[in-house]
Every structure is written in C-alpha cells, then in structure tokens.
T-cell receptor
Framework: DAGVTQSPTHLIKTRGQQVTLRCSPK?????VSWYQQALGQGPQFIFQ???????QRGNFPDRFSGHQFPNYSSELNVNALLLGDSALYLC?????????????FGPGTRLTVT | QKEVEQNSGPLSVPEGAIASLNCTYS??????FFWYRQYSGKSPELIMS????GDKEDGRFTAQLNKASQYVSLLIRDSQPSDSATYLC????????????FGKGTKLSVKP
C-alpha cells in the first residue's frame, strides 16, 4: 500500500520566482491538506482540498494557491516567493467523513528561497 | 486564536525509563487529538490518536485525554534511544475534520 508521495524532495528558488509542489495521497484517501513547517516550529495549515475544491484555508496570503485533480492528487503553487517562504512543505492525506479522522504525511518538500 | 502548547524540552530520560509528554489546547470544541513523532530532517509520523476521555494504549505508547482540563499526554514506557525525536501534539479544529493545529513539539532524548 503506497503511502503519501511528494515531489520534488528539495527545491532551491530565487526570491520573486514561482514554485509548484506535488502530492499524491495514500491509496483510498480523498482529501489532501497542505502544511508549512518552519525550522523549530510545528506544521501550520495552509489549505485543504476535497472533491477538487478548496474546503478550508489557513492564514496564508493569496500567493499560496492549490489544485486537486480527479485522481485526488494535488498541487501547491506559491507565487512571488519571499525569503520567509523557505520551509518544509508537507502534504497530508485523509478520508473525509471517516469516523476516526487521521491525517498521514508525505516525506515533504524542502524549499529554499535565496 | 486557537493554540496548542507543549514544553519545548529537551526532555532527557535514561533508557528503560518512562517518558511523559504533555500538551494543552485552547479550543473546547476540538474532538480529535493526535501525537506525531518527527525525526530530525524527516516528516511527522502519526503514532497515536485519541478521541474520548481516558487512556488509550498501543504497545509502549499510552495517550491520555482529559477534555475538561483541555489536556493531552503521551507516555512512552521502556524508552529506547530510537525514541529520541521531536513529538508533536496536534488537535483537530473543532468538528470540521479540517486543519490540525500543532504545538511546537517537545524534543525527547533517550540516553543509553
């Protein structure tokens, strides 16, 4: 049973550029959530996608956008990169409506903005 | 502002001892509670979930929940050096099955 996968593993971008990160959920999962984890901090919720729609959004600017595809995979796009966007970006998958709501994380994408 | 508080540590325990990790949360509407383990440079791994008041045991791990006190804890019995990691407490945001609110994590070090 394949777990959550993310690509790429590492990415280095220049300030002002745009980046796209990708995620495939665990088999049988229909919901994808994205988190940002800065060094020494806990993950912070960016947004959640279900049925190809943004279901919930955290306190992140519009520079952060996403998409979910019919096969449940998802993308996170960040425009006009800032130095402060350097972080580990985590994708988590889950099943909406499950009695026990658990989110499983992928390995993450380490983004460095120079 | 919904918050989850954890002692940042480091918490140092000898091998074979019980490690006790604690967490408090502010959202009284939260219904789901999780503990994740995160090794340095890796992503968080779900190790325990708890939804009802009381204790839940899984192997060497016991999660404890007290909703009245808004308190969650994780006990690790017979601690091993391989348990050395950062432990993240996460709380579900109300009943929305949406975002998880994380604490900053407690760094645990188990000394041989």
């Amino acid at each position: 049973d394949a777990g959550v996968t993310q690509s790429p593993t590492h990415l280095i971008k220049t300030r002002g550029q745009q980046v796209t990160l990708r995620c495939s959920p665990k088999s049988g999962h229909d919901t994808v959530s994205w988190y940002q984890q800065a060094l020494g901090q806990g993950p912070q919720f960016i947004f959640q996608y279900y049925e190809e729609e943004e279901r919930q959004r955290g306190n992140f600017p519009d520079r952060f956008s996403g998409h979910q595809f019919p096969n449940y995979s998802s993308e996170l796009n960040v425009n006009a990169l800032l130095l402060g966007d350097s972080a580990l970006y985590l994708c988590a998958s889950s099943v909406l409506g499950a009695s026990h709501y658990e989110q499983y994380f992928g390995p993450g994408t380490r983004l460095t903005v120079t | 502002q919904k918050e989850v508080e954890q002692n940042s540590g480091p918490l140092s325990v000898p091998e074979g001892a019980i490690a006790s990790l604690n967490c408090t949360y502010s959202d009284r509407g939260s219904q789901s509670f999780f503990w994740y383990r995160q090794y340095s440079g890796k992503s968080p791994e779900l190790i325990m979930s708890i939804y009802s008041n009381g204790d839940k045991e899984d192997g060497r791990f016991t999660a404890q929940l007290n909703k009245a006190s808004q308190y969650v804890s994780l006990l690790i019995r017979d601690s091993q050096p391989s348990d050395s990691a950062t432990y993240l407490c996460a709380v579900g945001d109300g009943g929305s099955q949406g975002n998880l609110i994380f604490g900053k994590g407690t760094k645990l070090s188990v000394k041989p």
